[in-house]
């Protein structure tokens, strides 16, 4: 079991950044996908970005650029520093850690963009 906690979110003006959190603990596997997703209000949860252990990030289209998916300096630990935000990125921030037989879901963090 693996259990995930999101952290940094809150409120943010336009223009301004954020840094968001995902810490993982309990039976972390050596080999893992760790993704975030976004759900704003009355809006299907859409990809963000992913990392890999093996360091592969793939990012969505709208957060080329302006976003950066990293590995925090705590291990199992992964960063997602936004740039540039914006009224439109206001949303919950979940986090999701896939590994090769199962899947986990943080309780995600608000991110509201707003001034």
């Known amino acids: 079991q693996v259990t995930l906690e999101e952290s940094g979110g809150g409120l943010v003006q336009p223009g301004g950044s954020l840094r968001v959190s995902c810490t993982a603990s309990?039976?972390?596997?050596?080999?893992?996908?760790r993704a975030w997703y976004r759900q704003a209000p009355g809006k299907q949860r859409e990809f963000v970005p992913s990392?890999?252990?093996?360091?592969?990030?793939t990012y969505a289209d709208f957060a080329k650029g302006r976003f950066t998916i990293s590995r925090g300096d705590v291990k199992n630990r992964v960063d997602l520093q936004m740039t540039n935000l914006k009224p439109d990125d206001t949303a919950v921030y979940s986090c999701?850690?896939?590994?090769?037989?199962?899947?986990?879901w943080g309780r995600g963090t608000q991110v509201t963009v707003s001034s």
């Open positions: 999701r850690h896939s590994e090769s037989r199962a899947l986990f």
């Open positions: 309990g039976n972390v596997d050596s080999t893992y996908v």
């Open positions: 990392i890999s252990t093996g360091n592969s990030i």
